[in-house]
C-alpha cells in the first residue's frame, strides 16, 4: 500500500524501513486536543475583547497593543513550520550557515523600528501600497505592488508552510496531505475570519511561547543523544550514507566548512558578501516594507512599544540557531541513511523524493525522539506555527485586497461591505493555495527554504529599492519607481523564468541550466538587481520635474517633522460614507436569531458606530499619527538597541 502525496511517498508502516510512528497513544493525543481548545478559547476571549466591527480595529487592533505581544507576534508570523522544516534541513546538509539568514534579522528589526515605522505612522497609513500611494500619487504602483504582494504570498509563504506542515502530518499521523491539509486551513480560516488582527496576535503570541519552549524541550534530547556540542562537531562531520553507489564523495560528504557562517566569496554555497549585503536587502524587503511584519508594528501604542517589541523580536530570532540549525545536523547524525541519503533510488525509498531527504531532519527528530506527551505538544507547535503564518498572511492580504484593490471597484462600499469583502476574499485564497500545492511539489524539492529564499531574491529587490529611496530621498517620483519597478520586474522574471524552465538540478544530476544566467549565486543577483533598480530609479527621476515640498510633508526622513498641513497628491479611493444624504431614520427590522449568531461571529454587529464631531475625528487622527516617546523610555530602547546591535555582531563573529 503505498501513495504518493506532495512528492512524499507515504507508505504503509509494514512496508517501510522505521516503523511509522502514529499518534496512538492516549498522551499525544490530548495534548493536540487540550492545545486546541486553548488556542480557540483565546481567539475568542480577543475576538470578544477587541472592536472589531470597524476597519481599524480589524486590521489594526484598534492601535492598542503594548510591546510583548507585538515582539512575540512578530517573531511568530515570521518563524513558520518552513523554518522548522527548511532550515533544519539546509542545515543538515549544508551546515550552519543558513543560521546567518536569522541573524542577519536582529540588524534589520532595528532599522525598521527606528527608521521605518516612524514615517509610516507619520504618514497615517494602513497598508504598505497606501504608503506609496501618498508619497508618489497616481494609481499604476500601488495596484502593481498590492497585485505582487499577493502574488508573493501564495508562492513562497503560503504554499511552502503547507508543504511543511504536511510532511509534519506525513511523519506523524499518515493521513492523507491533502485532508491534513484543508482540515488545517479550516481551524486557520475560522479564527481569521472571526477574530481580525487582535485575535491573532494573542495566539500569536501563545503559540510563540509553546513553541519555544517546545523546541528546547527537543534541543536538550537531541544534544544528550549525541553527548555534547563538542561531540557533536565531530560526529556531523562524519555523518555519510552507508550506500553511496558511484556519486562524487563531494555530494554526500558534510563540508569542510560546515561550521563556518562566513564561507568563501567564490566557492562558498552561501558566500558572505552575499550573506552580508544581498541578504540584507532581502530582509529590508521583508521586515521593513512587508504588510505582515508592518501590520503588527503600526498595531502600538506608541512609538516606545513599537521598538521594544522590534528589540524583543531580534532577541528571539538569536533562537533557530539553536533551536532549528543544530537539531537539523544532529538529525543527520543520528539517521545518516535516511537524511543524508544520496543514491536516488534510496531517497526515493525513505522519503518520495529522488534530490534528496534534508527536509525530514526535524520532523522525524520529533517523531522518533521525543517522549508520548511530549510528542503530541511539538506536533501541535508546529501545527500552531503553521496556523500562526496562515492567519497572518491571510489577515494581511485580505486588507491588502480589501483597502487596495477593492476600494478602485467599489469607491463608495460601506464599512460593512469592506468588511465582508475581506472575509469573502480570504476563502478564495485558500482555494488558491490547496490548487497550488502540487506545483510545490515539484519545485527545488531539494529544499525547501532554498526555493523560499531564491524566488524572494528575483522578485523583491526593486521593491526594496523603491521604500528606500522614498523615505531617504525626496527627490524620487512616481516616474521614477514606477520605472525601476517595471525593468526591475523584468530582469527578475527572466532569471525566475529561466531557472524554473531548466530546473535546479542537484549534486548528483545538476541543471543544464546556462551559466551567465544561473551561474551567478541568487544572493549576488539579489545585489545586482537592487543596484539596477536604484539608477533607474534614480534617473528617470532626475530626468522629470520633482515633487513639490508641500506634498510631502511627513513622508519622507528630511521632512519628517513639519508641522504643515500636507496637501494629498491623490485623494483616498475610500471615504466612510456613514453620513452620506440618505440619513432617513428608517425603522430597522430586528435581525433574526440566526443572522444575529453568523454577524455577532464575524464582528459585523448591527449598532451603528458612534458619530464623532469634526473635533473628535481630528484629535483621533492626532493620536494616531503621533510619534512623540516619554524621554525614560526612549533612552532605554535605545541602549538595548545598542546592546542588541552589540550582540548581533559578536555571534557573528564567535561562528564566523
Avoid at 522544516?85 to 546538509?93: E, L, N, R, S, Y
Avoid at 562537531?233 to 555530494?251: H, K, R
Amino acid at each position: 500500500m503505498s501513495g504518493d502525496y506532495f512528492g512524499f511517498s507515504f507508505i504503509r508502516s509494514d512496508a517501510r524501513n522505521t516503523p511509522n510512528v502514529v499518534l496512538n497513544n492516549a498522551a499525544d493525543i490530548s495534548v493536540i486536543v487540550i492545545y486546541f481548545l486553548v488556542v480557540l478559547g483565546v481567539g475568542i476571549w480577543a475576538m470578544v475583547r477587541t472592536n472589531r466591527s470597524t476597519v481599524g480595529g480589524f486590521f489594526l487592533a484598534g492601535r492598542s497593543m503594548v510591546w510583548w505581544p507585538i515582539g512575540a507576534s512578530l517573531f511568530a508570523s515570521n518563524i513558520g513550520s518552513g523554518h522548522f522544516v527548511g532550515i533544519a534541513g539546509t542545515a543538515a546538509a549544508e551546515g550552519i550557515a543558513i543560521g546567518g539568514f536569522e541573524w542577519n534579522a536582529l540588524i534589520v528589526v532595528v532599522i525598521l523600528g527606528w527608521l521605518f515605522v516612524p514615517i509610516y505612522i507619520k504618514a497615517g497609513v494602513v497598508t504598505m501600497p497606501e504608503y506609496l500611494k501618498k508619497r508618489f500619487g497616481g494609481q499604476r504602483i500601488r495596484v502593481y505592488l498590492s497585485v505582487l504582494s499577493l502574488f508573493l504570498y501564495v508562492f513562497t509563504k503560503i504554499s511552502a508552510d503547507m508543504f511543511s506542515g504536511a510532511i509534519f502530518i506525513n511523519q506523524a499521523l499518515g493521513l492523507n496531505i491533502y485532508l491534513a491539509v484543508i482540515m488545517l486551513l479550516m481551524i486557520t480560516a475560522l479564527y481569521t475570519v472571526t477574530g481580525g488582527l487582535a485575535a491573532v496576535i494573542y495566539t500569536d503570541t501563545l503559540q510563540t511561547i509553546i513553541m519555544v519552549v517546545g523546541s528546547f524541550i527537543l534541543m536538550g534530547f537531541a544534544f544528550h543523544e549525541v553527548g555534547g556540542y563538542n561531540n557533536f562537531q565531530d560526529l556531523y562531520m562524519q555523518a555519510v550514507p552507508n550506500i553511496t553507489g558511484n556519486i562524487s564523495a563531494d555530494c554526500y560528504q558534510p563540508r569542510p566548512d560546515s561550521f563556518h557562517i562566513f564561507r568563501d566569496a567564490i566557492t562558498g554555497d552561501l558566500p558572505w558578501p552575499g550573506l552580508v549585503f544581498g541578504l540584507t536587502i532581502q530582509a529590508t524587503w521583508y521586515w521593513c516594507t512587508d504588510q505582515v511584519i508592518v501590520q503588527r508594528c503600526l498595531s502600538a501604542k506608541n512609538l516606545s512599544h513599537v521598538k521594544a517589541g522590534c528589540i524583543l523580536c531580534g532577541y528571539l530570532k538569536l533562537l533557530p540557531m539553536f533551536l532549528m540549525v543544530f537539531p537539523g545536523m544532529i538529525s543527520r547524525i543520528l539517521y545518516p541513511n535516511v537524511v543524508a541519503c544520496v543514491e536516488p533510488e534510496e531517497c526515493l525509498k525513505y522519503c518520495g523524493a529522488s534530490v534528496g531527504c534534508t527536509n525530514i531532519a526535524y520532523p522525524k527528530l520529533v517523531v522518533d525522539l521525543m517522549p508520548n506527551g511530549l510528542r503530541g505538544l511539538m506536533l501541535s507547535v508546529m501545527l500552531a506555527s503553521l496556523m500562526s503564518s496562515l492567519t497572518s498572511i491571510f489577515n494581511s492580504a485580505s486588507t491588502l485586497f480589501t483597502m487596495d484593490i477593492y476600494t478602485k471597484v467599489r469607491r463608495s462600499a460601506s464599512e460593512r461591505e469592506l468588511m465582508i469583502a475581506g472575509r469573502v476574499f480570504i476563502v478564495a485564497l485558500i482555494g488558491v493555495s490547496i490548487a497550488w500545492i502540487p506545483v510545490v511539489q515539484s519545485a527545488q524539492s531539494g529544499q525547501l527554504f532554498d526555493y523560499i529564499q531564491s524566488i524572494t531574491s528575483y522578485l523583491t529587490p526593486p521593491i526594496a529599492a523603491v521604500f528606500m529611496l522614498a523615505i531617504f530621498c525626496k527627490r524620487v517620483n512616481e516616474s521614477g519607481a514606477f520605472f525601476g519597478l517595471m525593468i526591475g520586474l523584468l530582469i527578475g522574471l527572466s532569471r525566475m523564468i529561466t531557472e524554473f524552465a531548466y530546473g535546479t538540478g542537484s549534486c548528483v544530476s545538476p541543471s543544464n541550466c546556462p551559466t551567465i544566467i544561473c551561474g551567478v549565486h541568487y544572493l549576488y543577483f539579489s545585489i545586482i538587481l537592487f543596484v539596477i533598480s536604484c539608477i533607474i530609479i534614480l534617473g528617470v527621476s532626475l530626468m522629470t520635474k520633482p515633487i513639490p515640498d508641500k506634498h510631502l510633508y511627513r513622508l519622507c526622513w528630511s521632512l519628517r517633522n513639519c508641522t504643515e498641513e500636507r496637501v494629498d497628491l491623490e485623494q483616498d479611493d475610500w471615504i466612510d460614507n456613514q453620513d452620506s444624504n440618505m440619513e432617513i431614520d428608517e425603522p430597522e427590522e430586528e435581525p433574526g436569531l440566526c443572522k444575529k449568531a453568523v454577524m455577532c461571529f464575524c464582528g459585523l454587529e448591527q449598532q451603528k458606530a458612534v458619530k464623532m464631531t469634526p473635533e473628535e475625528e481630528e484629535e483621533l487622527q492626532r493620536k494616531l499619527t503621533d510619534t512623540s516617546e516619554v524621554p525614560l523610555w526612549r533612552n532605554v530602547v535605545n541602549a538595548n538597541a545598542i546592546i542588541l546591535l552589540c550582540v548581533a555582531v559578536f555571534c557573528h563573529g564567535f561562528f564566523a
